[in-house]
């Protein structure tokens, strides 16, 4: 104790205390255990965030798996088109691209592809006009998703030679001119088969990704719209839309990509060339009349017109910009 100050400890002994504190301080902030050796520091810098491997290696399998598949058959339908190839003359001779003027120049051919884009435009419509009807009321009944994607997705897991022959049978010799009365064997009917055919495989798996899409619209947003007092349409354009465009665009975009490249509904509905599109065209031409060269060009040219229905798409949809 101080003299001076009786009720007050010393300075010395206050020095001695706080010093005391300070070692059992730095004691406890000691590392346990053995300090780390020079291995276990290479260790811990090899997998810190900046130095961590990449995943390449792991996914270079599958790449290149992908590759093979891709690349040999594109490269290989490339080739085939630059030659003179049929197999009724035997004629394999190299001519460049002297197969895509034959084409272009044929009236056929762009009927073919009128043809494919009205299919493809007034499906995938359907499609999304429907799907979104029964997005919503999913959403609106608080339907478990599991169990609806499963029923929504059977139509779609059905092989497309089987839901292309039931809708040709029934639009064309079925139940649709017994019911309604109008000519089953004429091209208007087989189109209305092939629509048919494809919004009934597409309508569910274009539901599913507009319903993932609806999950990405927040509740509250949708609350404070209504306490506004704004009305449906606008709450639908202001809110919803913004938040579920980008599912829209991928559900467009690959509907239409699909439809594109359809080939059994136009094949079974009208065996006699009712329904003459694109891909019926390139498979006449390689299958029937057996012209291989030909045949590859107009399968490059579809893959051209469906790069191009996809850059449009993209243009005008622009999913980025919304998401």
């Known amino acids: 104790m101080s003299a001076e100050h009786p009720g007050q400890p010393d ?31 290479r260790r811990r810098a090899a997998a810190s ?23 040999w058959p594109l490269g290989l339908l490339l080739w085939t088109s630059l030659r003179r190839s049929s197999s009724t003359v ?25 043809v494919t884009l009205l299919l493809v435009v007034v499906a995938v419509v359907l499609q999304l006009v429907l799907a979104s009807v029964v997005a919503a009321s999913i959403r609106r009944l608080r339907l478990p998703l599991a169990v609806v994607s499963v029923l929504l997705l059977a139509p779609f897991a059905l092989l497309p030679v089987v839901t292309a022959s039931v809708w040709r049978d029934a639009v064309t010799a079925g139940v649709g001119p017994a019911w309604f009365g109008y000519d089953g064997g004429s091209s208007a009917a087989a189109a209305f088969a092939v629509v048919s055919a494809e919004v009934w495989r597409g309508t569910g798996v274009t539901a599913v990704i507009l319903l993932v899409g609806l999950t990405r619209v927040d509740r ?13 349409w606008q709450r639908l354009l202001r809110v919803t839309w913004p938040a579920a465009a980008p599912a829209v665009a991928v559900a467009v975009l690959y ?3 699909d439809a594109l490249r359809a080939l059994e509904g136009p094949l079974l509905a009208a065996p006699s060339g009712g329904v003459r599109t694109v891909p019926v ?33 993209v243009a005008v949809l622009r999913p980025g910009r919304r998401a």
């Open 90 to 114: 035997g004629d394999d001779t190299f001519v460049g691209l002297d197969n895509l003027p034959g084409l272009l120049g044929d009236r056929a051919w762009w009927v073919a592809v009128s």
């Open 255 to 257: 509907r239409a990509t």
């Open 220 to 232: 509250r947003l949708i609350d404070s719209a209504v306490a506004d007092g704004a009305t449906s």
């Open 281 to 313: 065209l390139t498979w006449e031409t390689t299958f029937e009349s057996f012209e291989r060269g030909l045949g590859a060009a107009s399968g490059v040219l579809l893959l051209v017109l469906a790069g191009l229905v996809a850059v449009v798409l």
């Open 49 to 71: 965030p900046g130095r961590r491997r990449s995943g390449w290696p792991l996914l270079a399998p599958t790449v290149l798996v992908l590759a093979a598949l891709t690349l």
């Open 11 to 41: 300075r010395a002994d206050v020095v001695e205390t706080s010093t005391a504190v300070t070692v059992d301080d730095e004691h406890d902030l000691a590392p346990i255990g053995p300090a780390p050796t020079r291995r276990r520091r």
